[in-house]
């Protein structure tokens, strides 16, 4: 293994001190959600005990101070995926709310009768169901680019799927069921030949890859904080300054006008315009530390951590008889989902909690995915920047347990 000091990186999780069921606590649904090192409890903690007060309003010490560690998370985020602006940031509660952003001001915008919208066969139902609204209401069409038996997406369907007609083209990084790396660079390279912007759902690439807007020259990008290791409830989408400007505020309320009459309204500027209401201020402010957190690591240094652990756990589970893996393709993320002979995916999931084994079971909400599978669900190990290879091996013990006690 790459030296990775596990033990001190542990240390920093109060949570994985957990006895489950008597047994030590196994967290390995890091792709549902993440654990928060101290540092970010802190500064929960913090934030409350001497910082508590609403942002960008008021005058008066507090207001000054919760504004001003609210924004350094804004700037933080700015170096972390190396924006151009720092107001190309948007703060929005998670992946989800940053789609339905894009989704309602775009789409109404730029979407007209006869226009198409592009996904994957491998999206989330945050990346599925928005376009679907939306092509609903302004009837135009859902299409869907195919994936492969591995799980990797049909590139050169994808090439033909290109029209004059596809306004958007909006796919995941990495499939949080299948683990698959999408070919981010090529799809976007390809889309913007033909003038069509993309948006990037990286839910589950940016607590794992090294990411740059700049030299991905990605149009959109929505992601989640509390599964980059910090809180609920605050969430991101970056987009280029020229697609802000373009398309009209997500949510009318405070925060986001200029001025307000009877009459009419103007808008804040960026990133204010799409930022109605009070935010999730605490999870915002603690946002910067998770970032800190990450960079203190280094992410490439996690990612090849993380992939040593995958490789390990892929060889180990494979030797369980009628085991398959669900999602091989060649570029992976540190996810695994597998299904064992006709046992059903949610029994093994019980067992296992009854190990201390924390994994996810079900469609992972990716029920179009199951479908083209032909199965109801799979067991899925998703592994975090502190899971260890004796985990993997009580995941693999318990596995064997669990289908010794089912078949
Ligand atoms: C790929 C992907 N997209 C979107 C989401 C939705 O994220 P959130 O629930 O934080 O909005 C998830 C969550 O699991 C995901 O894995």
Known sequence: MTHYDIHSIRNDFPILKSVVNGKPLVYLDNGAST???????????????????????????????????YEVTR???????????????????GTTD???????????????????V???????????????????SRKASLKVIPINDAGELDMNAYGNLLNERVKIVSVTYVSNTLGTINPVKEIIRLAHAQDIPVLLDAAQAIQHISIDVQALDVDFLAFSGHKMYGPTGVGV???????????????????????????????NDLPFKFEAGTPNIEAGVALAFAIDYINSIGLDKIAQYEHELLEYATDELLAIDGLRIIGTAKQKSSVISFVVGTIHPYDIGVILDKLGIAVRTGHHCTQPLMALYGIPGTVRASIGLYNTKEEIDILVKGVRKAVSMLS
């Open 118 to 136: 592009l996904i994957s066969a491998m999206e989330h139902h945050s990346n599925i169901v928005p376009w679907q609204m939306l092509c609903e």
């Open 35 to 69: 654990q928060k090192p101290q540092l970010v409890i802190d500064a929960i903690n913090h934030y409350y005990s001497s910082q508590n007060s609403n942002v960008h309003r008021g005058v008066h010490y507090l207001s000054q101070i919760a504004t001003d560690a």
């Open 75 to 93: 700037r933080k985020l700015k170096s972390f995926i190396n924006s151009k602006e720092e107001y190309e940031i948007i703060l929005t509660k």
């Open 98 to 116: 940053s789609i339905n952003l894009v989704a309602s001001t775009f789409g109404n915008t730029f979407i007209n009768e006869g226009d198409e």
């Open 237 to 267: 989408l970056y987009g280029k300054e020229k697609w802000l400007n373009a398309i009209p505020p997500y949510q009318g309320g405070g925060d986001m006008i200029k001025d307000v009459s009877f009459e009419k309204t103007t808008y």
